[in-house]
């Protein structure tokens, strides 16, 4: 068996030896050179497995390199060599196509993960394992629509790269989905997907969450705990609701990003962590960092490269799809026949804008299942809400009948919560009631509400009561 092959590309002799050295322990045969010129020759002779190039050559620049093998040796993984905390060579160079990017001085247990990485990518690549991966994962990504379909080929395109990707979109459209896509396509597939959500993490836990800490570091510390970094070794982070965190935490993230290295708290040394970060949110990052709340380095650094997930009103045309794929989920979970939609309810559900997307289309097809009588849903049972029918698309009209309703409602007026926790604690009261009434009989308290017993299960388990 051929050993595999790498080319290294840098004017510094000291950088070569130590690469060629570190590289031929992992059982790697290397060729190194020292300008643009030499490494065109060295490709136009054989063909490498992976590829390290400095960014600047005495003849050229990384760029060079990086932008010829794209387009001549489209299989090889290439990483770029930079100084040390230049974010902008960094970005630039994964945005041209880099694989990953190594800084000066080279942290050698670093390097070496990232190699093991890119050649299982390669492997990958020669054997039509990551398009395999594609077709079965791809499927829980539902739709045909040609926004779906540029969805999911961009999925496979990033899924063969470590560039940092922002994926952009409104709450409910799937973006953590597209997060495990990507990180389940890709090379790291075999290691952990770590999700966690940034608005949910108090401010003053959030470097210990993070980063992890040290025994005795602070009251509380009792043992030594790994940070979510630690945690994503070797896979991926995916920070969702990014735009939540506080200002001092993105200075600690951009660094830990940038030197691929974490600090416990407490801790005296740096730890090395391979992770790969995706991020998401729901809210216009570049215009947070025009307002000056998120820091316009750290959004250059995870905002390489951006996904935008569409709303489900911009492809009506895979509600369907989706509905039949919930109402079969829907049914695997309860028992119960799989629900059919009317004519009427497939109308209703066309002309409707979906401001929540498809967490809310689950939502409102498990409320009709519970209210319909019989396994055949109907226009009524989908309790649509007219606001966001799609008529109304007029800016000034649409936001009169806004007003004139809440106008209207004293309810949702006087309610402290907002008008869907007035509803639920009316609804919270009625049933108890009904309930103690009837002695906790659900059939008799259903009876007495007017609803069928399943509507009862429904709500008992929607309001939390037990």
Same mark, same amino acid.
């Given at each position: 068996?051929?050993?595999?092959?790498?080319?290294?590309?840098?004017?510094?002799?000291?950088?070569?030896?130590?690469?060629?050295?570190?590289?031929?322990?992992?059982?790697?045969?290397?060729?190194?050179?020292?300008?643009?010129?030499?490494?065109?020759?060295?490709?136009?002779?054989?063909?490498?497995?992976?590829?390290?190039?400095?960014?600047?050559?005495?003849?050229?620049?990384?760029?060079?390199?990086?932008?010829?093998?794209?387009?001549?040796?489209? $299989?090889?993984?290439?990483?770029?060599?930079?100084?040390?905390?230049?974010?902008?060579?960094?970005?630039?160079?994964?945005?041209?196509?880099?694989? !990953?990017?190594?800084?000066?001085?080279?942290?050698?247990?670093?390097?070496?993960?990232?190699?093991?990485?890119?050649?299982?990518?390669?492997?990958?690549?020669?054997?039509?394992?990551?398009?395999?991966?594609?077709?079965?994962?791809?499927?829980?990504?539902?739709?045909?629509?040609?926004? +779906?379909?540029?969805?999911?080929?961009?999925?496979?395109?990033?899924?063969?790269?470590?560039?940092?990707?922002?994926?952009?979109?409104?709450?409910?459209?799937?973006?953590?989905?597209?997060? #495990?896509?990507?990180?389940?396509?890709?090379?790291?597939?075999?290691?952990?997907?770590?999700?966690?959500?940034?608005?949910?993490?108090?401010?003053?836990? +959030?470097?210990?969450?993070?980063?992890?800490?040290?025994?005795?570091?602070?009251?509380?510390?009792?043992? $030594?705990?790994?940070?979510?970094?630690?945690?994503?070794?070797?896979?991926?982070?995916?920070?969702?609701?990014?735009?939540?965190?506080?200002?001092?935490?993105?200075?600690?993230?951009? #660094?830990?990003?940038?030197?691929?290295?974490? %600090?416990?708290?407490?801790?005296?040394?740096?730890?090395?962590?391979?992770?790969?970060?995706?991020?998401?949110?729901?809210?216009?990052?570049?215009?947070?960092?025009?307002?000056?709340?998120?820091?316009?380095?750290?959004?250059? %650094?995870?905002?390489?490269?951006?996904?935008?997930?569409?709303?489900?009103?911009?492809?009506?045309?895979?509600?369907?799809?989706?509905?039949?794929?919930?109402?079969?989920?829907?049914?695997?979970?309860?028992?119960?026949?799989?629900?059919?939609?009317?004519?009427?309810?497939?109308?209703?559900?066309?002309?409707?804008?979906?401001?929540?997307?498809?967490?809310?289309?689950?939502?409102?097809?498990? %409320?009709?299942?519970?209210?319909?009588?019989?396994?055949?849903? !109907?226009?009524? $049972?989908?309790?649509?809400?007219?606001?966001?029918? %799609?008529?109304?698309?007029?800016?000034?009209?649409?936001?009169?009948?806004?007003?004139?309703?809440?106008?209207?409602?004293?309810?949702?007026?006087?309610?402290?919560?907002?008008? $869907? !926790?007035?509803?639920?604690?009316?609804?919270?009261?009625?049933?108890?009631?009904?309930?103690?009434?009837?002695?906790?009989?659900?059939?008799?308290?259903?009876?007495?509400?007017?609803?069928?017993?399943?509507?009862?299960?429904?709500?008992?388990?929607?309001?939390?009561?037990?």
């Amino acid at each position: 068996m051929n050993p595999q092959t790498v080319l290294v590309i840098d004017d510094e002799r000291d950088i070569r030896e130590l690469l060629t050295i570190t590289l031929g322990r992992m059982d790697l045969q290397v060729d190194a050179v020292g300008t643009v010129g030499e490494a065109r020759r060295a490709l136009g002779e054989r063909s490498y497995d992976l590829c390290f190039t400095d960014m600047r050559l005495p003849d050229g620049n990384g760029q060079e390199v990086i932008e010829l093998i794209a387009a001549s040796h489209p $299989d090889t993984p290439v990483a770029m060599i930079t100084a040390y905390g230049n974010v902008d060579a960094a970005v630039n160079a994964l945005k041209a196509g880099a694989f !990953d990017f190594v800084s000066k001085p080279v942290d050698i247990q670093m390097l070496r993960g990232l190699v093991r990485t890119a050649l299982r990518l390669a492997e990958e690549k020669r054997n039509g394992g990551a398009a395999a991966k594609t077709g079965d994962s791809g499927d829980r990504l539902i739709g045909d629509s040609a926004a +779906m379909q540029q969805v999911r080929s961009t999925i496979g395109k990033l899924a063969r790269n470590q560039a940092p990707v922002y994926i952009a979109g409104e709450s409910g459209v799937g973006k953590e989905l597209v997060a #495990r896509l990507i990180h389940e396509q890709g090379p790291r597939a075999s290691g952990p997907f770590v999700p966690v959500n940034c608005g949910a993490i108090p401010s003053e836990l +959030m470097e210990s969450e993070f980063f992890g800490h040290r025994k005795g570091s602070f009251t509380g510390a009792s043992v $030594d705990k790994e940070g979510l970094f630690q945690a994503a070794q070797g896979g991926t982070l995916f920070l969702d609701e990014v735009a939540e965190l506080p200002l001092h935490m993105q200075v600690k993230l951009l #660094r830990a990003i940038q030197e691929k290295a974490v %600090r416990p708290i407490g801790g005296r040394d740096e730890i090395p962590v391979d992770v790969r970060i995706l991020s998401a949110t729901h809210k216009n990052l570049g215009q947070l960092v025009e307002q000056g709340q998120f820091r316009q380095d750290l959004f250059y %650094r995870i905002n390489v490269i951006e996904l935008r997930v569409p709303p489900l009103r911009e492809r009506r045309g895979d509600v369907p799809l989706l509905s039949s794929f919930i109402l079969k989920a829907l049914a695997g979970k309860s028992g119960d026949g799989v629900g059919q939609l009317s004519p009427a309810a497939r109308d209703a559900l066309d002309a409707y804008d979906f401001p929540g997307n498809v967490r809310e289309l689950e939502n409102i097809l498990e %409320r009709a299942m519970a209210m319909c009588d019989g396994a055949v849903i !109907d226009a009524s $049972d989908l309790m649509l809400p007219q606001r966001g029918a %799609r008529p109304a698309h007029d800016t000034a009209s649409s936001a009169g009948h806004e007003t004139a309703t809440t106008a209207a409602s004293p309810a949702a007026a006087s309610a402290n919560g907002g008008l $869907d !926790d007035y509803i639920s604690n009316l609804e919270r009261t009625a049933i108890v009631k009904a309930l103690e009434e009837s002695r906790y009989n659900k059939t008799a308290a259903a009876r007495k509400l007017g609803i069928t017993f399943r509507a009862l299960r429904y709500k008992l388990k929607k309001l939390g009561i037990d």
